[in-house]
């Protein structure tokens, strides 16, 4: 199981919404080689962590794949993907035309990776909850492997934060 996080909150360079480009990035990791699509969550809109003033809200989801990629091999291409969509990274937590995070890969998603790049499970995905909405709707059950608790209960201990479904 290859769960991938997908947002955006600015306009691909093609014009695009940011729900639109995060549908066709869905679309399009059916056709990195070695990997295929299994499901993908709702979308939903969510408010930028951290809030910076006058930023549009964000549209998130997450894909459930498979495959037999390796984590750096499928990074790259997920990286390849922020690129066409004209992702630029000026500085941390900037408002973007996409951005593709691994979350979890691994039989079950228990594969632990300190480095290189990319670190897995994500660093940061049990603290977000615009991640774990949309990975509880594709992999109910899930469980942290470095943290031993399910993504049920990640929610759980998150305090509400401004999101709503599309």
């Known amino acids: 199981m ?8 600015l306009p691909g360079t093609d014009g695009r919404a940011p729900r639109a480009t995060c549908e066709a990035a869905a679309a399009a990791l059916d056709g990195i080689p070695g990997l295929r699509l299994e499901a993908v969550s709702r979308w939903w809109e969510t408010a930028p962590e951290p809030p910076l003033p006058g930023a549009p809200w964000y549209v ?11 984590p750096a091999v499928l990074l790259a291409a997920l990286q390849a993907l922020e690129q066409a969509a004209g992702r630029q990274r000026p500085y941390p937590n900037a408002p973007r035309t996409l951005d593709l995070d691994i979350i979890a890969m691994g039989a079950m998603g228990e594969t632990v990776r300190d480095a290189p790049d990319p670190v897995l499970p994500h660093p940061r995905a049990h603290l977000r909850r615009f991640v774990l909405e949309p990975l509880a709707e594709v992999a109910p059950g899930w469980v942290h492997p470095r943290l031993g608790r399910s993504v049920e209960a990640l929610l759980a201990e998150l305090p509400a934060a401004p999101m709503r479904p599309l």
């Open 60 to 70: 998130n989801g997450v894909a459930r794949c498979a495959g037999g990629l390796g």
């Open 2 to 9: 290859i769960l991938i996080a997908l947002g955006a909150n």
